[in-house]
């Protein structure tokens, strides 16, 4: 498709549940990143793949947060053992290595809201 | 640790007037500042990009500014219309390696007719 794809859109987990959030990103585009956005935030950085190669995961809160990117398109991002704080909604955006040389931006999907009850 | 400020409140401004959003940062001046707009439920879009050597840039009805010395961006629609209502975020880069942003908070912005 022409944008970044992410699912579900809604998610609701009991706490201790394990969930996985899937992202396509827009086909070609060679950097990946995962934000998560609480509720009137904006978004906060939880990691960063080029390609396959995962190279920055300093925003993940915890070692329950684990993201994945194996052939370097579609990107996972699974959370272990649910709490309530982690209800957010997940954003992926996909942009070209060369994006900010041509004023690209990144693009966002629409996310995945989270509700851990 | 570098903080992003935008305005806190949200804007009400009437249809046609021009809306201007601040964007304060403190510490060292990225590199790039980015603008995007979020309406609800979906995700960022992006608008407009500065970089730290231009003072200003246009695209149709936006304008931003970049000024170092204050550190500050100032986000600028003309001839507002109600359809402009959404939450306008800042994203500051420190590098052209397309690595991470930061966003602000983001100001919710709403034109009544």
């Known amino acids: 498709g022409a944008g970044v794809s992410q699912s579900p859109r809604y998610k609701v987990a009991k706490r201790g549940q394990d969930v996985a959030l899937r992202c396509d990103p827009i086909?070609?585009?060679?950097?990946l990143f995962w934000y998560q956005q609480a509720l009137g935030q904006g978004p906060e950085f939880l990691t960063y793949?080029?390609?396959?190669?995962?190279?920055?995961k300093s925003g993940l809160p915890s070692d329950r947060f684990f993201a994945e990117r194996p052939e370097g398109s579609v990107s996972t991002l699974k959370i272990q053992r649910t709490q309530q704080e982690d209800s957010a909604v997940y954003l992926c955006?996909?942009?070209?290595?060369?994006?900010?040389?041509?004023?690209?931006?990144?693009?966002f999907g629409s996310g995945t809201r989270l509700t851990v009850v | 640790s570098q903080k992003i400020e935008q305005n806190s409140e949200a804007l009400n401004i009437q249809e046609g007037k021009t809306a201007t959003l601040t964007c304060n940062y403190t510490?060292?001046?990225?590199?790039?500042l980015q603008w995007y707009r979020q309406d609800p439920g979906r995700g960022p879009v992006f608008l407009l990009l500065?970089?730290?050597?231009?003072k200003e840039k246009r695209k149709e009805r936006l304008k931003v500014t970049f000024d170092t010395t204050l550190k500050q961006s100032l986000f600028h629609i003309t001839a507002s219309q109600p359809a402009d209502s959404a939450t306008y975020l800042c994203?500051?880069?420190?590098?052209?390696?397309?690595?991470?942003?930061?966003f602000g908070s983001g100001t919710r912005l709403s034109i009544r007719p």
């Open positions: 510490n060292y001046s990225p590199a790039y």
């Open positions: 500065i970089r730290e050597n231009e």
């Open positions: 086909s070609g585009h060679v950097s």
């Open positions: 955006a996909s942009t070209t290595k060369q994006g900010l040389r041509i004023n690209y931006g990144y693009t």
């Open positions: 793949f080029q390609n396959e190669a995962q190279l920055d």
């Open positions: 994203a500051l880069l420190w590098d052209s390696s397309a690595s991470k942003i930061i």
